[in-house]
């Protein structure tokens, strides 16, 4: 089994920023084919944020997040982070970190087999 725990939302103003954190643990996560982060807002589909694969060498990003948004992992601390700038109130919504072990679409949310609990960020105007 996997865990992903999700921590770092909060309420934060527009033009502010904020970093998310994913702690990854259980069946051998360093060897996950990608990891990614989600976000789905009330009333809304979720939404592909940003992923990479395992070698670190692919990175992606919806396109209502570049230039704005960065992804990285600390793999010594099994940690993958999000982090946020120039955030707007169309950011807000809960985010999502997911892992699979498999190949797949990197920006399809059912591609993805594992999921944390998800972390609020609300981004007021």
């Known amino acids: 089994q996997v865990q992903l725990v999700e921590s770092g939302g909060g309420l934060v103003q527009a033009g502010g920023s904020l970093r998310l954190s994913c702690l990854a643990s259980g069946r051998t996560v360093s060897n996950y084919y990608a990891m990614g982060w989600f976000r789905q807002a009330p009333g809304k589909e979720r939404e592909f944020v940003a992923a990479?694969?395992?070698?670190?060498?692919?990175?992606y990003y919806g396109d209502s997040v570049k230039g704005r948004f960065t992804v990285s992992r600390d793999n010594a601390k099994s940690t993958v982070y999000l982090q946020m700038n120039s955030l707007k109130p169309e950011d807000t919504a809960v985010y999502y970190c997911?892992?699979?072990?498999?190949?797949?679409?990197?920006?399809?949310?059912?591609?993805?087999?594992?999921w944390g609990q998800g972390t609020r960020v609300t981004v007021s105007s």
């Open positions: 990479f694969s395992w070698s670190g060498s692919n990175t």
């Open positions: 997911a892992l699979r072990f498999s190949a797949g679409s990197y920006y399809v949310a059912e591609s993805y087999a594992y």
